[in-house]
């Protein structure tokens, strides 16, 4: 969200990579400790790991929330987490989970936006997605969810290449947005991203638009993550290694440039029955509709 301050500063080099390496890209898989993947920016009280390490949890209180970002950024790829969202009253938290060029909320950045809108107990929880290019967003979708994300974990995975990018529900695909050469060209595939998480208080916006308020009486909140998993090409400088991408990777392969034949069977039953809002359908805010609005997400 434009609001959103990131808490984020200082990086250092990726510890774990597991690599199928060409002269034009790095791919890694990460699945090793959070302090190898992760840098965390919040009070040491509201960071806590399960024994193994295996599970981080994060909390907000009305002093802090709490967030972490990785230590390299990544331009294309499969981004992957696992995460059990706040249980009960959660009005006005958000637990986010998103992607983005700067370590800071810059007027110029990309981001690739996953949001969970807390909610008050009974009602359903509500996943907003976004995109960002070049520091202009404002194409927003909320989902219900086919399931209680606060009950058990559930994986939510962005697919990233130059020709779509897809948001993942337990690998069903909820959103697509295409790279159809817009004369608008707003498609975020130049700059090489982070991936963050956080926790924090949006009363002002996240739950019906404002009215419902955070519950401070109910503190901590605590978002759980666990099984963090990236498959993507590292961003190196001072040479760019990701500028150019080859078709080694499945993630930049063809059969990754549009959804299979069981996907969008998949993503056709997502569109009728879970969407809450879609700003391609929403003719108050744009009269005119957005460029991309027109394709179909398996043109």
């Known amino acids: 969200m434009e609001r959103r301050a990131h808490l984020f500063a200082g990086l250092l080099l990726i510890a774990a990579v597991v690599a199928v390496l060409t002269p034009l890209c790095r791919a890694a898989e990460s699945r090793a400790s959070f302090d190898d993947n992760f840098s965390k920016s919040c009070p040491e009280t509201n960071f806590k790991t399960s024994e193994d390490g295996g599970t981080w949890y994060l909390s907000l209180n009305k002093e802090a929330g709490c967030g972490f970002m990785t230590k390299q950024r990544y331009r294309f790829g499969w981004f992957s987490m696992k995460l059990k969202l706040v249980g009960g009253d959660s009005a006005g938290v958000v637990t986010a989970y998103y992607m983005c060029s700067e370590n ?3 007027p110029e950045r990309d981001e690739l936006d996953i949001e969970f809108l807390g909610n008050r107990s009974g009602q359903p929880y509500l996943i907003q997605t976004n995109v960002y290019k070049n520091g202009t967003g404002g194409r927003e979708m909320r989902h219900s969810l086919w399931f209680d994300p606060t009950e058990d974990f559930h994986t939510y995975s962005i697919l990233w290449n130059n020709h779509q990018i897809v948001f993942f529900v337990d690998r069903v695909p909820i959103r697509v947005f295409k790279n159809a050469n817009y004369t608008n060209n707003f498609f975020p595939n130049e700059k090489p991203m982070y991936l963050f ?14 009215l419902e308020k955070t519950d401070w009486k109910k503190e901590p909140f605590v978002s759980s993550y666990k099984e963090f998993n990236v498959d993507g090409c590292q961003w190196e400088d001072p040479y760019p290694a990701c500028v150019s991408t080859t078709t080694d990777n499945w993630w930049d392969q063809y059969d990754a440039w549009h959804l299979s034949k069981d996907q969008k069977t998949d993503y056709a039953w997502v569109q009728r029955n879970l ?5 391609c359908k929403d003719p108050e805010r744009y009269p005119k509709l957005p460029e991309e609005c027109w394709l179909s997400p398996w043109d």
């Not at 998480?197 to 404002?210: E, K, Q, V």
């Not at 969407?275 to 700003?279: E, L, P, Q, S, T």
């Open 275 to 279: 969407v809450i809002y879609d700003y």
């Open 104 to 106: 800071a909320a810059g």
């Open 197 to 210: 998480s956080s926790i924090w208080n949006a009363d002002d916006w996240a739950t019906r638009g404002g």
